[in-house]
């Protein structure tokens, strides 16, 4: 009985010691693996820094890309240690992991047969990245929307528009994308000017408005050359159009216009150059009623008033 007793006092504590290493093993891959992660993300982190610059208007080509790597590879990373972690774990434990590994990969093809958009996601996001078509924080236009990119990875992409809406794009629908920030932008204002206007005078007027946009301290830093005036763009109905361009910083190109219209407003007040708008007339029926011509019906007298409706 002793001799009994005895035999399971020691299974007992072996079994014990089994189970406590056991338990060990598993929370020191469960610290590890957090750590692991922590470190990758910190590792991601100090890349992006060490490219960032100290001028804010130079650093949108290099820090966008590297802040949108910097999250596929936390992600990539998180997702492999994970799943390296658990079939680690499931081993400890006594669990066979082969039939698992052999079973995800049966899984995973005859997903991929079913789940082909998926792959194409993915593919996609990967030709993107590698060929740095846009990058996180750029403005684009893609699978029929446009807002800047507010997050992306290798199956979608994360549109935010003016209005707030977010847009979530798959990478596979993107046939066609319009990067509108790409290295540099451009600033392009229309500006009607009434027939009797001198053009000579017109150019003369806008390109010292050019000039003035470039010296301010405020917006001159935004632009990468002097605007220029191209000319006549169009004949219209009522007015010349003259084409203004600004070559300017990634994403700069509309503060540059709207700060240009305001200027070259102010200047064509100044300078007494008319800046024309539609015209309409409008017949109002008033007084006393008069016959039709060869009828017995009458009618009020119109009365023709001129009006100026600004378009």
Same mark, same amino acid.
């Given at each position: 009985?002793?001799?009994?007793?005895?035999?399971?006092?020691?299974?007992?504590?072996?079994?014990?010691?089994?189970?406590?290493?056991?338990?060990?093993?598993?929370?020191?891959?469960?610290?590890?693996?957090?750590?692991?992660?922590?470190?990758?993300?910190?590792?991601? /982190?100090?890349?992006?820094?060490?490219?960032?610059?100290?001028?804010?208007?130079?650093?949108?080509?290099?820090?966008?890309?590297?802040?949108?790597?910097?999250?596929?590879?936390?992600?990539?990373?998180?997702?492999?240690?994970?799943?390296?972690?658990?079939?680690?774990?499931? /081993?400890?434990?006594?669990?066979?992991?082969?039939?698992?590994?052999?079973?995800?990969? @049966?899984?995973?093809?005859?997903?991929?047969?079913?789940?082909?958009?998926?792959?194409?996601?993915?593919?996609?996001?990967?030709?993107?990245?590698?060929?740095?078509?846009?990058?996180?924080?750029?403005?684009?236009?893609?699978?029929?929307?446009?807002?800047?990119?507010?997050?992306?990875?290798?199956?979608?992409?994360?549109?935010?528009?003016?209005?707030?809406?977010?847009?979530? @794009?798959?990478?596979?629908?993107?046939?066609?994308?319009?990067?509108?920030?790409?290295?540099?932008?451009?600033?392009?204002?229309?500006?009607?000017?009434?027939?009797?206007?001198?053009?000579?005078?017109?150019?003369s007027v806008l390109n010292e408005v050019g000039l003035g946009l470039q010296r301010d301290p405020v917006f001159g830093p935004s632009l990468l050359e002097a605007p220029q005036v191209l000319g006549v763009e169009s004949f219209g109905d009522s007015q010349i159009t003259v084409r203004v361009m600004a070559k300017t910083r990634p994403l700069k190109q509309w503060e540059a216009a709207r700060e240009l219209r305001k200027r070259i407003k102010a200047a064509f007040d100044r300078e007494g150059i008319e800046i024309p708008f539609p015209q309409c007339v409008i017949y109002s029926r008033t007084g006393t009623e008069e016959?039709?011509?060869?009828?017995?019906?009458?009618?009020?007298?119109?009365?023709?008033?001129?009006?100026?409706?600004?378009?």
């Amino acid at each position: 009985m002793q001799t009994v007793d005895l035999l399971s006092y020691q299974e007992l504590v072996a079994l014990t010691k089994d189970k406590v290493d056991e338990a060990l093993k598993i929370v020191l891959i469960l610290v590890g693996s957090g750590l692991l992660i922590r470190a990758v993300r910190v590792l991601a /982190d100090r890349l992006v820094k060490l490219v960032q610059d100290d001028d804010p208007l130079t650093t949108s080509q290099r820090e966008q890309r590297a802040i949108t790597l910097a999250g596929i590879f936390k992600g990539v990373f998180r997702i492999a240690i994970v799943i390296v972690s658990g079939l680690t774990i499931l /081993d400890i434990l006594g669990i066979n992991t082969t039939p698992l590994i052999a079973g995800a990969g @049966v899984a995973g093809l005859a997903i991929s047969f079913g789940a082909q958009n998926l792959i194409r996601d993915f593919i996609s996001g990967f030709f993107i990245l590698m060929e740095n078509q846009y990058k996180v924080g750029g403005v684009i236009r893609a699978a029929g929307v446009s807002g800047q990119v507010e997050d992306m990875n290798l199956r979608i992409t994360v549109l935010r528009d003016l209005e707030g809406v977010a847009h979530f @794009v798959p990478n596979g629908e993107i046939k066609v994308v319009s990067n509108l920030a790409k290295e540099w932008s451009r600033a392009v204002v229309n500006v009607g000017v009434a027939y009797q206007e001198d053009l000579d005078r017109v150019v003369s007027v806008l390109n010292e408005v050019g000039l003035g946009l470039q010296r301010d301290p405020v917006f001159g830093p935004s632009l990468l050359e002097a605007p220029q005036v191209l000319g006549v763009e169009s004949f219209g109905d009522s007015q010349i159009t003259v084409r203004v361009m600004a070559k300017t910083r990634p994403l700069k190109q509309w503060e540059a216009a709207r700060e240009l219209r305001k200027r070259i407003k102010a200047a064509f007040d100044r300078e007494g150059i008319e800046i024309p708008f539609p015209q309409c007339v409008i017949y109002s029926r008033t007084g006393t009623e008069e016959k039709l011509p060869g009828s017995d019906k009458s009618q009020p007298p119109a009365i023709r008033f001129e009006a100026a409706v600004a378009s």
